[in-house]
């Protein structure tokens, strides 16, 4: 037992170096997993000398994973793209997959082994991709989009490979269709199951949890939900993760989604990185290094098959040239799930575990470089269609293609930051913000707002913010050492530049005063309110102005303060879950039911939703006029509780 208990202990303390060391290299916390494993697998320091030993562990990781995935899984999304999802996404799975067999068959592998290879191979990693164009700010881009349509066929893809690779654990090829047909019956009958469950029994039984208004039983009726769904697919004979997928999509439609996925979040990035540290401790470095230029010359491959394909796949639906590269370069590496379905083969005996070793370094070699390829993918795409690139760097721009110049530099944009910014832009004063929640920030960008990614104590995201051409700088959040911090930084670069402090602690004033805050406005009654006033003084808006639009306001009950963009970090509790007012973007595409209608036609008042703008281009549209109707690739900022918003999105992509 204690030998057992110092495994676990040295396995976590080397995951937390690991992941600290990677993201400091901006690689992803993936690939610190399966380091972790390398390192203490039976191949080096031999901590774990039977991988598995985590076996169940790990397959619980999994469970959780497919849970979330299930979760974020959106069918009326799915309805809305399926130009581009069972147009590039099935070309792109049919075409790497079928080649990659060909491929395996043709090096003498037989036919079930082949297909796994495929498999495998033509997966990519959904986590990365969006985690990295989020940041980038590029995910609401045509580009992008078409690479998370692929993405989303793609983790479609990962259930029938789950229900049939057990089926051919036998090794007999001719048993393929005999497997998928069984497979496919076995996985209507629990579809139907737990289909039925979802939605007569788990309802009720989630109403029941919540108006009991405790967290801790939530969180257990949620881990219980999903290990029951797995435990009924397992008991048919199919993989466990299949079950919580099921499970996670039948909740996905439900008022309790995002609770959901904010109890479940802890336990699934903990036990998924036990997961990667095993597949990791399966990497056979003798394999690895005894075979190193296959694993090269394989990466290569791997990434050149792939863009090409998804080219030609894109080409097949006519897609634009350099938005079809772009995507290719993005979606070239292997998934997480490529490691999931190995695994599972290895389980199974379908696979050996030197064939998942050589596959395995090839996929983590290609995540590897992924970040960068995504950073450049635009670049690249124009360089192999030859399209010329601009003489000079365009100047930095808000969200309405305006270029920043003598702008308000807001350094977290939460609740109060969107509050000051919206009161500015009434202003017509330009401005730019920094968050570090990657959630917040992608749906803020996905509605057109400048928002960066980052630290904002850090010298390099202050300059891509434009601060050497800032006028002022506000600073939102309200932690006093950090403000402090922050405040040195700002004042290295431009000791004159003014800084605006919020703090809800005015018994921390006179600290930050001698930081070098110019102005510091506690969070007392209308705190957020006397700060645009600030804001606004600082700016060089007449006072005059100023106590008109406070007027206004008030006169108005804050209108313009009503809603805000949800992120990560945004506590939703039982008691204010139905009382919050989001913010959200959607993007009105090409097979929408909004499309061509006008916003008096849709009349989301009657659905107790209010439309905040809407963005067209580098234009924005006053949605104070009823007449506008709605085009391809507009984006329809709207506000309303969490649950209207889900149902509204719903009915602009599809209609009721």
């Not at 609401?140 to 479609?156: E, K, Y």
């Not at 990035?269 to 990667?276: K, N, R, S, T």
């Not at 690895?288 to 791997?302: K, N, R």
Request: proline share 3%; aromatic share 8%; net charge neutral.
């Amino acid at each position: 037992m204690t030998s057992v208990f110092t495994s676990f202990v040295a396995l976590m303390a080397t995951a937390v170096l690991m992941v600290w060391l990677f993201r400091r290299l901006n690689l992803p916390a993936i690939l610190a997993y399966l380091v972790s494993g390398v390192l203490l697998g039976p191949d080096l320091l031999s901590v774990f000398t039977h991988p598995e030993d985590m076996h169940l562990i790990a397959e619980i990781g999994i469970v959780f994973l497919l849970f979330s995935l299930g979760l974020e899984f959106s069918l009326p999304k799915m309805i809305a793209m399926r130009h581009l999802v069972f147009g590039v996404g099935l070309g792109q799975m049919l075409l790497t997959t079928g080649f990659f067999m060909l491929i395996a068959m043709l090096a003498g592998l037989p036919l079930a082994q082949a297909f796994v290879i495929g498999g495998m191979l033509a997966l990519s990693s959904t986590a990365i991709v969006i985690k990295q164009a989020g940041e980038l700010g590029i995910i609401n881009t045509p580009r992008s989009q078409m690479a998370v349509s692929i993405l989303l066929f793609q983790d479609l893809a990962v259930v029938p490979f789950l229900i049939v690779i057990p089926l051919l654990a036998d090794g007999n090829d001719g048993s393929l269709l005999a497997a998928i047909s069984i497979a496919t019956l076995k996985g209507v009958l629990v579809v139907v199951i737990l289909m039925s469950i979802g939605k007569w029994l788990l309802p009720r039984v989630f109403i029941e949890v919540a108006n009991t208004r405790t967290d801790e039983l939530f969180v257990l009726t949620t881990i219980v939900v999903a290990l029951l769904a797995a435990g009924l697919t397992y008991a048919f004979g199919l993989s466990m993760a299949l079950g919580a997928f099921l499970a996670g999509m039948m909740l996905s439609e439900s008022q309790y989604r995002h609770q959901l996925e904010a109890d479940i979040r802890p336990f699934r990035d903990i036990l998924m990185g036990l997961f990667f540290a095993t597949v990791g401790m399966q990497l056979q470095l003798d394999v690895l290094l005894g075979q190193f230029h296959w694993v090269v010359m394989g990466l290569l491959v791997l990434l050149v098959v792939k863009v090409l394909l998804v080219r030609f796949a894109a080409w097949l639906v006519k897609a634009p040239a350099t938005d079809a590269w772009a995507t290719g370069f993005k979606v070239c590496q292997m998934g997480e799930f490529s490691f999931v379905i190995g695994a599972l083969a290895v389980d199974t005996q379908v696979l050996t575990s030197s064939q998942v070793s050589l596959l395995v370094s090839i996929g983590v070699l290609s995540m590897a470089v992924t970040p960068s390829l995504i950073t450049h993918s635009l670049k690249l795409a124009k360089h192999v269609v030859k399209q010329p690139e601009p003489d000079a760097t365009p100047p930095l721009q808000d969200g309405t293609g305006k270029t920043l110049d003598n702008h308000v530099l807001i350094l977290g944009f939460g609740r109060v930051g969107q509050s000051v910014a919206r009161m500015l832009h009434l202003e017509n004063i330009h401005y730019a913000a920094i968050d570090a929640d990657p959630v917040r920030v992608l749906e803020s960008r996905n509605a057109g707002e400048q928002v960066f990614f980052g630290d904002a104590g850090k010298k390099d995201i202050l300059h891509s913010a434009g601060i050497a051409s800032a006028r002022l700088v506000l600073i939102t959040f309200d932690q006093t050492d950090k403000v402090v911090t922050v405040i040195n930084t700002i004042k290295s670069i431009n000791d004159a530049l003014p800084v605006v402090v919020r703090t809800r602690k005015d018994y921390q004033l006179e600290q930050i005063y001698d930081a070098g805050a110019v102005q510091v406005v506690p969070e007392i009654l209308e705190g957020s309110l006397m700060l645009v006033s600030q804001v606004l003084h600082y700016s060089g808006v007449p006072m005059s102005r100023i106590l008109k639009r406070v007027r206004d306001e008030r006169k108005g009950h804050y209108g313009h303060m009503h809603g805000f963009y949800p992120g990560e970090t945004t506590e939703i509790s039982y008691g204010t879950r139905d009382k919050l007012e989001f913010m959200h973007a959607v993007a009105i595409t090409d097979d929408a039911f909004a499309k061509n209608k006008s916003l008096q036609q849709l009349d989301l008042l009657s659905r107790r939703i209010f439309v905040k703008e809407i963005r067209r281009g580098s234009d924005v549209i006053d949605a104070a006029d009823t007449e506008t109707v709605l085009q391809t690739g507009d984006i329809l900022v709207i506000s309303g509780k969490p649950r209207r918003i889900e149902r509204v999105e719903r009915f602009l992509l599809e209609g009721d």
